[in-house]
């Protein structure tokens, strides 16, 4: 019966463990997307189809450079960079810490994401570059984006950020949630 007692514990165990990992994961995105501070990042989507997780926009950003940590540090892994809004209302690069600063949201950008540019200045690689949506919506979100001209649709992704963790809100398409493009016309 002792045997029979420590596979049930083992059991328990178990299923207690395959339950807290994903409820820890989605505990600390809701803390990030409820108390995290919002910044737009300025993007150009391209819809991939990807069979396994779903129909996404992966995003691409203008370069993100800014001054912090120099050259000669660039054995540094992570790096912490905040960020703030500029004249055009989009994110850029604020300040590269070696260490995470306690006085404000920052975001932590490993090793292989970031980059020396020379005379003090890093470029870095946003940790999202993803935007899952609807499947019916995300090649109409692509198809607004490709317009050429005039046309052109201004696009951005709007993002919490909370110790170090991102957490992607929605992806603004002319202005308008990319959810809501459901029904438009989206034909060059």
């Given at each position: 019966m002792n045997s029979r007692n420590l596979m049930i514990g083992?059991?328990?165990?178990?299923?207690?463990?395959q339950l807290a990992v994903?409820?820890?994961?989605l505990a600390r995105h809701e803390n990030v997307l409820r108390n995290g501070a919002t910044y737009r990042f300025q993007c150009m989507p391209v819809d991939p189809?990807?069979?396994?997780?779903?129909?996404?926009?992966?995003?691409?950003?203008?370069?993100?450079?800014g001054n912090g940590i120099p050259d000669r540090?660039?054995?540094?892994d992570p790096v912490y960079v905040t960020f703030e809004a500029g004249?055009?209302?989009?994110?850029?690069?604020?300040?590269?810490?070696?260490?995470?600063?306690?006085?404000?949201?920052?975001?932590?950008?490993?090793?292989?994401?970031w980059r020396p540019t020379g005379q003090g200045r890093i470029q870095i690689d946003l940790p999202f570059d993803r935007f899952y949506m609807d499947e019916n919506v995300a090649p109409?979100?692509?198809?607004?984006?490709?317009?050429?001209?005039?046309?052109?649709l201004e696009a951005y992704l709007e993002v919490r950020i909370l110790h170090g963790q991102p957490a992607p809100v929605e992806l603004y398409i002319d202005g308008k949630p990319a959810?809501?493009?459901?029904?438009?016309d989206t034909k060059p």
């Open positions: 083992l059991f328990v165990i178990a299923v207690v463990a994903p409820g820890w994961i189809v990807d069979l396994l997780r779903g129909r996404y926009v992966a995003l691409g950003f203008p370069e993100m450079s540090d660039h054995g540094i004249d055009d209302g989009f994110a850029k690069i604020a300040t590269v810490f070696a260490d995470p600063p306690a006085d404000r949201p920052y975001l932590r950008i490993g090793k292989r994401d109409k979100a692509e198809r607004m984006m490709r317009r050429t001209g005039n046309e052109r959810s809501e493009i459901r029904g438009q």
